[in-house]
């Protein structure tokens, strides 16, 4: 049995399998791929003892994240990161002049109760406009969580949030939320009457999850088990964006 580090940085239990399930998925009208890799560490235990041990958690008051966040040992992320690039390329058609540089790279845990949410914490959401920043969800604890949904705006059927697309988009989304400001607040879930689910994705321990960061997704939080502050039970995830410019 390997024994876990108990200093603030991981040992080399952080290796990826060398048998990895690799899973390339294409969602909705737009065809936009996913990438599905369960199994990716040979195993979590240590990055949870980190965040566990040497987590500093915190409110995100960057973003509309709902829930407390913690960066990820660099070591982490050169380990998880490098090994998939060349495939990122071609899955994800990124021009092979543009350059990766992996930001916001953090442990994150969902703990705000749904009634204290923001109107806007309610819908799917969109990381950025730009065609070339991925998104990387590894889901890391071995318990029951809920997993990642991704949807199609009803009305304008947009799926993806482009430059071109993003001011009329969020002006519906205004008028969305003006309709019903007051009504009880509460996660995103598959059924949605302004959004249809075209794909999710179910909380696995060691799964990673790669998408385009403009494509129109949320956390599908189970009340009973996600809202948890503790590293060791609750949907602790890391969390990683590539840049490519």
Do not use: W
């Not at 009504?183 to 321990?205: D, F, N």
């Amino acid at each position: 049995m390997s024994m876990l580090h108990t200093t603030s940085t991981l040992g080399p239990n952080i290796a990826i399998n060398p048998a990895l399930n690799i899973q390339l998925v294409r969602v909705g009208i737009s065809q936009t791929p996913i990438l599905v890799i369960d199994d990716y560490l040979q195993s979590t235990a240590e990055l949870i003892h980190y965040a566990r041990f040497h987590g500093k958690f915190s409110p995100d008051n960057t973003s509309y994240y709902p829930g407390v966040r913690s960066k990820l040992p660099k070591e982490y992320v050169v380990a998880c990161l490098k090994p998939l690039m060349k495939r990122l390329y071609s899955v994800f058609a990124i021009p092979t002049q543009l350059r990766p540089n992996p930001i916001d790279n953090t442990f994150s845990l969902v703990t705000v109760e749904s009634e204290n949410l923001l109107p806007v914490q309610t819908l799917p959401h969109f990381d950025t406009c730009d065609p070339n920043l991925l998104a990387v969800v590894h889901y890391l604890n071995p318990l029951s969580h809920g997993g990642t949904g991704f949807f199609r705006h009803n009305r304008s059927a947009i799926e993806r949030v482009n430059l071109g697309g993003e001011q009329e988009y969020l002006m519906d989304v205004q008028r969305l939320l003006n309709k019903s400001p007051h009504s009880q607040s509460q996660y995103c879930a598959t059924s949605h009457p302004a959004y249809t689910c075209i794909y999710q994705v179910p909380y696995q321990q060691n799964r990673l999850l790669i998408y385009p960061g403009n494509l129109l997704h949320s956390a599908l939080i189970n009340k009973t088990g996600d809202i948890n502050t503790d590293p060791s039970t609750g949907r602790l995830t890391a969390n990683m964006f590539i840049k490519f410019s």
